[in-house]
């Protein structure tokens, strides 16, 4: 069986053209040698070398060192015209694989439709590259970098047909793949000119286009995985396959800290298709393997193995009595995350006072595909499939674990079933090589639906008290956010006690860097211990904070007696705007979106009745670590209970500064939305006897087709550089539909999730 | 020995009858386009077509499936409806993570086999048993209708 290439072509992908345009300062590229391009070649020719079946190996190699530009890790002209770009980040729906290659491709001045899209690894083809995928920032912290790959590889091209024709770059014009001097009407393709151009010095500073220049960045681009994915041919990392590969399935510690004492695998190891039965020891949810020939039978035995457990000292862990004490903690003092003016002392002297609690529960990530990590070890190296967000961190555990220099670790990245913040822990990735060591072949580790739903990373649950203080003209004068949550545990047990650590964060998000003119604020943490392995999860702090923030507004707005959106308005004149830590918040851009989504969703118009039913319209709005300002105004109609809305439709502004591409936007600020709307109303994990309760799809419910509201989408274009949107439609969602429950129905929500 | 035919193709499957047609086509056949999402009936990432009809492919065991014609999403571009749907999906720009995209196409397609222009409390209905954690219902349901549009053409 030969090894399945992780690869894909944009072959017969219509592009769709249009306008956009950015800034494009002049920028420095690190010179490199000749010495150092060709190594870089060979390397990329073993990325392609590795994958293919052995008698195709050579033929590879020698073409890629031959015949080829690639003077960076991102890209490659071929003598033949083939333009392959690498992508560096994860895709787990986002669109990176995508987006980042049309930042490349634009710049390179080629015809999208010619382009392939690999995936770049942990590999030495790409040392000293950040691949990690997280917070949103894929676009924003690769727009420099990728617009500089591109345009060396463009410039060294324009000067190989400057150098063929004798004739001067400047009169040379770079095109579709192709370099035409007007004057004479020469032209000559990339692939035709790229070994010459490989010959030249790679220029140490090359311009980037200039904003109406710009051809495919601002436009709306199809996924180019997406012919792929609708073949069924697209390779997540449940679907990678190797000569020879085991399947395993763990049984996995009822609570956290319980251990495996002992296990009779007498019966197990008859079964059909079952190999061997090992311990499990690294990770976090340890206990007793499976191997077998088929995931079925890895299965099928870890469900008929019976395994003694010793239990650990998490047992009488339980959700509901872990929120009483985040309830309670509120009423202790905590850590001071951020201060200015006197908010305790104008808080007292206030005309008036409004407050209120709010509860986020635990949640889960619930990645469609589940967790799995496929690992070859050998005597000296490793070799690991795993879709992940976070590869150096599979290569770190991998070695630790085998004792080995990380360069003998390598890992690939098929495409994501969801990410979502999960695919950062790599949990799964120790007893993938732990298994694969102890039964000396290649195994993937496959998560059952329980399994993913019960063990690994949670959201962990947050309880807020805020409170207000107004003035006899109704203007907010003091603001006092705090927050009783556990630290997030995946980075390891938190031997920090600098009581200074919220303040340095920055955190919790959407409480620090609350974006309203309020003379006296004050925000404080208490952080509360719990044994629940927590992580980052879609928005992390944002969506807890925003819901209580916006919650608030929202509140105080009618006790005053003015429109929650005009009131938000006040609260941000006069426009300007302001470093809050290292963020920046432009209050005249969260301004714009709030404007657009008024008027987009007919905000001075009652909503439309519907029969039977009470209708109300609610807003919010966020800024995320000053990049793109969110406003979202969302629609509901409600029966006789308050249990029963429907969310009918959801206005959502977005500025997003430069647009890259606007499908891509779209579809996150709806896959926000969602996400936001599972969190609000639909989802939750309840913990009892220190275990999740939660293992299928009918209990941890995310919402359907028939939950799905209209969602319009409205890009407000800043004209700066990219900000991120993987998460930012996540956090205001939750106010925006509880203010539209409260305007419909005179009751105020202030507990997110499915109720247990 | 049971015989699967997947694809228009009979397989011979020597293996445990009680094996789930998902892992058969998965882990035996090499036909990884199905996927595995919670192999309980509940999400529909596995959707396959049985004898025409739309059926989890975690809840038919190879002895049930033996004999029928299935298609899997790999197989599904050799009819008209499951080309026009791919060629919806792909003008509407549908996939995120693409993870549960096989088996939404799979289920419009069986809905499109059976109602020419369906309703949104069709899609609605039809699709309940299809979970998109990426949410992408709206693009679903737009790509279901320009489907079907096209089809009237």
């Given at each position: 069986?030969?090894?399945?290439?992780?690869?894909?072509?944009?072959?017969?992908?219509?592009?769709?053209?249009?306008?956009?345009?950015?800034?494009?300062?002049?920028?420095?590229?690190?010179?490199?040698?000749?010495?150092?391009?060709?190594?870089?070649?060979g390397?990329?020719?073993?990325?392609?070398?590795?994958?293919?079946?052995?008698?195709?190996?050579?033929?590879?190699?020698?073409?890629?060192?031959?015949?080829?530009?690639?003077?960076?890790?991102?890209?490659?002209?071929?003598?033949?015209?083939?333009v392959?770009?690498?992508c560096?980040?994860?895709?787990?729906?986002?669109?990176?694989?995508?987006?980042?290659?049309?930042?490349?491709?634009?710049?390179?001045?080629?015809?999208?439709?010619?382009?392939?899209v690999?995936?770049?690894?942990?590999?030495?083809?790409?040392?000293?590259?950040?691949?990690?995928?997280?917070?949103?920032?894929?676009?924003?912290?690769t727009?420099?970098?990728?617009?500089?790959?591109?345009?060396?590889?463009?410039?060294?091209?324009?000067?190989?047909?400057?150098?063929l024709?004798?004739?001067?770059?400047?009169?040379?014009?770079?095109?579709?793949?192709?370099?035409?001097?007007?004057?004479?009407?020469?032209?000559?393709?990339?692939?035709?000119?790229?070994?010459?151009?490989?010959?030249?010095?790679?220029?140490?500073?090359?311009?980037?286009?200039?904003?109406?220049?710009?051809?495919?960045?601002?436009?709306?681009?199809?996924?180019?995985?997406?012919?792929?994915?609708?073949?069924?041919?697209?390779?997540?990392?449940?679907?990678?396959?190797?000569?020879?590969?085991?399947?395993?399935?763990?049984?996995?510690?009822?609570?956290?800290?319980d251990?495996?004492?002992?296990?009779?695998?007498?019966?197990?190891?008859?079964?059909?298709?079952?190999?061997?039965?090992?311990?499990?020891?690294?990770?976090?949810?340890?206990?007793?393997?499976?191997?077998?020939?088929?995931?079925?039978?890895?299965?099928?035995?870890?469900?008929?193995?019976?395994?003694?457990?010793?239990?650990?000292?998490?047992?009488?862990?339980?959700?509901?009595?872990?929120?009483?004490?985040?309830?309670?903690?509120?009423?202790?003092?905590?850590?001071?995350?951020?201060?200015?003016?006197?908010?305790?002392?104008?808080?007292?002297?206030?005309?008036?006072?409004?407050?209120r609690?709010?509860l986020?529960?635990?949640?889960?990530?619930?990645?469609?595909?589940?967790?799995?990590?496929?690992?070859?070890?050998?005597?000296?190296?490793?070799?690991?499939?795993?879709?992940?967000?976070?590869?150096?961190?599979?290569?770190?555990?991998?070695?630790?674990?085998?004792?080995?220099?990380r360069?003998?670790?390598?890992?690939?990245?098929?495409?994501?079933?969801?990410?979502?913040?999960?695919?950062?822990?790599?949990?799964?990735?120790?007893?993938?090589?732990?298994?694969?060591?102890?039964?000396?072949?290649?195994?993937?580790?496959?998560?059952?639906?329980?399994?993913?739903?019960?063990?690994?990373?949670?959201?962990?649950?947050?309880?807020?008290?805020?409170?207000?203080?107004?003035?006899?003209?109704?203007?907010?004068?003091?603001?006092?956010?705090?927050?009783?949550?556990?630290?997030?545990?995946?980075?390891?047990?938190?031997?920090?006690?600098?009581?200074?650590?919220?303040?340095?964060?920055?955190?919790?998000?959407?409480?620090?860097?609350?974006?309203?003119?309020?003379?006296?604020?004050?925000?404080?943490?208490?952080?509360?211990?719990?044994?629940?392995?927590?992580?980052?999860?879609?928005?992390?702090?944002?969506?807890?904070?925003?819901?209580?923030?916006?919650?608030?507004?929202?509140?105080?707005?009618?006790?005053?007696?003015?429109?929650?959106?005009?009131?938000?308005?006040?609260?941000?004149?006069?426009?300007?705007?302001?470093?809050?830590?290292?963020?920046?918040?432009?209050?005249a851009?969260?301004?714009?979106?709030?404007?657009?989504?008024?008027?987009?969703?007919?905000?001075?118009?009652?909503?439309?009745?519907?029969?039977?039913?009470?209708?109300?319209?609610?807003?919010?709005?966020?800024?995320?670590?000053?990049?793109?300002?969110?406003?979202?105004?969302?629609?509901?109609?409600?029966?006789?209970?308050?249990?029963?809305?429907?969310?009918?439709?959801?206005?959502?502004?977005?500025?997003?500064?430069?647009?890259?591409?606007?499908?891509?936007?779209?579809?996150?600020?709806?896959?926000?939305?969602?996400?936001?709307?599972?969190?609000?109303?639909?989802?939750?994990?309840?913990?009892?006897?220190?275990?999740?309760?939660?293992?299928?799809?009918?209990?941890?419910?995310?919402?359907?087709?028939?939950?799905?509201?209209?969602?319009?989408?409205?890009?407000?274009?800043?004209?700066?550089?990219?900000?991120?949107?993987?998460?930012?439609?996540?956090?205001?969602?939750?106010?925006?539909?509880?203010?539209?429950v409260?305007?419909?129905?005179?009751?105020?929500?202030?507990?997110?999730?499915?109720?247990? | 020995?049971?015989?699967?035919?997947?694809?228009?193709?009979?397989?011979?499957?020597?293996?445990?009858?009680?094996?789930?047609?998902l892992?058969?086509?998965?882990?035996?056949?090499?036909?990884?386009?199905?996927?595995?999402?919670?192999?309980?009936?509940?999400?529909?990432?596995?959707?396959v077509?049985?004898?025409?009809?739309?059926?989890?492919?975690?809840?038919?065991?190879?002895?049930?499936?033996?004999?029928?014609?299935?298609?899997?999403?790999?197989?599904?571009?050799a009819?008209?409806?499951?080309?026009?749907?791919?060629?919806?999906?792909?003008e509407?720009?549908?996939?995120?993570?693409?993870?549960?995209?096989?088996?939404?196409?799979?289920a419009?397609?069986?809905?499109?086999?059976?109602?020419?222009?369906?309703?949104?409390?069709?899609?609605d209905?039809?699709?309940?048993?299809?979970l998109?954690?990426?949410?992408?219902?709206?693009?679903?349901?737009?790509?279901?209708?320009?489907?079907?549009?096209?089809?009237?053409?």
């Amino acid at each position: 069986m030969s090894v399945w290439y992780l690869s894909a072509r944009a072959a017969g992908d219509p592009p769709c053209l249009g306008g956009g345009g950015a800034m494009s300062p002049r920028a420095m590229v690190p010179e490199r040698t000749r010495r150092e391009f060709l190594r870089a070649t060979g390397q990329v020719g073993f990325v392609l070398a590795f994958a293919l079946r052995a008698d195709e190996r050579s033929t590879a190699a020698s073409r890629a060192a031959a015949d080829a530009l690639a003077p960076n890790a991102y890209l490659r002209i071929g003598a033949d015209d083939s333009v392959t770009l690498w992508c560096t980040r994860s895709e787990m729906g986002q669109g990176v694989r995508t987006t980042l290659p049309m930042i490349l491709a634009d710049e390179l001045e080629v015809d999208w439709t010619t382009v392939r899209v690999e995936q770049a690894a942990m590999i030495p083809a790409f040392a000293g590259i950040d691949l990690r995928t997280s917070g949103s920032a894929s676009s924003a912290e690769t727009w420099m970098v990728l617009r500089r790959a591109g345009a060396t590889a463009r410039e060294m091209l324009r000067a190989a047909a400057a150098d063929l024709w004798h004739v001067l770059g400047t009169e040379c014009r770079c095109s579709a793949g192709a370099v035409v001097h007007a004057a004479s009407g020469r032209t000559a393709t990339y692939g035709s000119l790229a070994t010459r151009a490989a010959s030249l010095p790679v220029p140490d500073r090359v311009d980037v286009k200039a904003p109406e220049a710009l051809r495919l960045i601002g436009t709306a681009v199809p996924r180019i995985d997406a012919p792929r994915i609708v073949r069924g041919e697209a390779t997540y990392g449940l679907d990678v396959r190797l000569p020879g590969l085991r399947f395993a399935a763990v049984a996995r510690a009822p609570a956290w800290g319980d251990r495996a004492r002992s296990w009779d695998a007498s019966r197990v190891r008859s079964m059909s298709g079952v190999i061997d039965v090992v311990p499990v020891t690294t990770g976090i949810a340890t206990g007793v393997a499976v191997v077998a020939t088929s995931t079925h039978a890895a299965l099928a035995g870890r469900d008929a193995l019976v395994v003694e457990w010793t239990a650990g000292p998490n047992r009488a862990f339980d959700s509901e009595e872990f929120y009483r004490r985040l309830d309670g903690a509120l009423g202790e003092p905590g850590l001071e995350s951020r201060h200015q003016g006197d908010a305790p002392g104008a808080l007292a002297s206030a005309a008036r006072r409004v407050e209120r609690r709010y509860l986020s529960p635990f949640q889960a990530h619930a990645c469609l595909e589940p967790m799995n990590c496929t690992a070859d070890v050998r005597s000296d190296r490793c070799d690991i499939w795993v879709p992940t967000q976070a590869p150096e961190v599979a290569q770190r555990l991998a070695a630790e674990v085998l004792g080995l220099d990380r360069g003998a670790v390598r890992v690939f990245i098929p495409l994501l079933g969801g990410g979502f913040g999960r695919r950062l822990f790599c949990d799964y990735v120790p007893e993938a090589v732990e298994i694969s060591r102890a039964v000396r072949a290649p195994v993937q580790v496959v998560w059952s639906r329980a399994d993913d739903l019960v063990h690994g990373f949670f959201h962990p649950a947050e309880a807020h008290h805020l409170a207000a203080g107004i003035d006899r003209n109704g203007r907010v004068v003091a603001w006092t956010h705090k927050v009783a949550t556990s630290d997030l545990s995946m980075y390891g047990p938190s031997t920090d006690t600098n009581p200074r650590r919220y303040a340095e964060d920055e955190s919790p998000w959407g409480a620090f860097d609350n974006p309203y003119v309020i003379p006296h604020m004050r925000v404080d943490v208490v952080p509360v211990e719990s044994p629940v392995p927590t992580g980052p999860w879609r928005a992390v702090e944002y969506p807890g904070s925003v819901f209580a923030r916006e919650s608030l507004v929202d509140e105080i707005a009618l006790v005053v007696g003015r429109d929650p959106l005009d009131y938000r308005l006040e609260l941000l004149r006069p426009f300007e705007t302001v470093r809050v830590g290292h963020q920046t918040i432009d209050r005249a851009r969260l301004r714009r979106v709030l404007e657009v989504a008024a008027e987009r969703s007919g905000w001075g118009t009652p909503p439309a009745p519907v029969a039977g039913r009470r209708v109300g319209r609610g807003v919010a709005c966020n800024v995320y670590h000053g990049g793109t300002h969110l406003a979202q105004v969302v629609d509901v109609s409600v029966g006789a209970s308050i249990d029963d809305v429907r969310v009918d439709r959801v206005v959502v502004a977005v500025d997003c500064g430069q647009a890259i591409n606007l499908s891509g936007i779209e579809g996150q600020v709806e896959s926000g939305v969602m996400w936001g709307l599972a969190a609000a109303r639909h989802t939750a994990v309840t913990f009892r006897a220190g275990r999740a309760v939660e293992g299928s799809f009918a209990e941890f419910a995310p919402p359907r087709m028939r939950d799905a509201p209209r969602i319009e989408t409205h890009i407000v274009q800043s004209g700066t550089a990219p900000h991120g949107l993987g998460e930012q439609s996540v956090a205001p969602l939750a106010a925006a539909l509880f203010n539209a429950v409260h305007a419909a129905t005179g009751e105020r929500v202030t507990r997110l999730g499915r109720r247990p | 020995m049971p015989t699967l035919i997947v694809n228009g193709q009979p397989h011979a499957v020597d293996i445990d009858p009680r094996t789930p047609l998902l892992w058969v086509l998965r882990d035996h056949l090499g036909l990884t386009g199905t996927k595995f999402g919670c192999g309980a009936g509940s999400c529909g990432a596995c959707a396959v077509h049985v004898d025409g009809h739309p059926r989890r492919s975690c809840q038919i065991t190879l002895r049930e499936a033996a004999g029928a014609a299935i298609t899997t999403i790999e197989g599904l571009g050799a009819s008209p409806t499951g080309l026009r749907v791919q060629r919806a999906w792909l003008e509407e720009d549908v996939s995120q993570c693409g993870y549960c995209q096989a088996g939404m196409i799979m289920a419009a397609v069986a809905l499109l086999v059976e109602r020419r222009a369906p309703t949104d409390a069709d899609v609605d209905d039809t699709l309940a048993g299809q979970l998109c954690r990426c949410g992408t219902y709206q693009r679903v349901r737009r790509a279901i209708h320009r489907a079907s549009a096209e089809a009237a053409r």
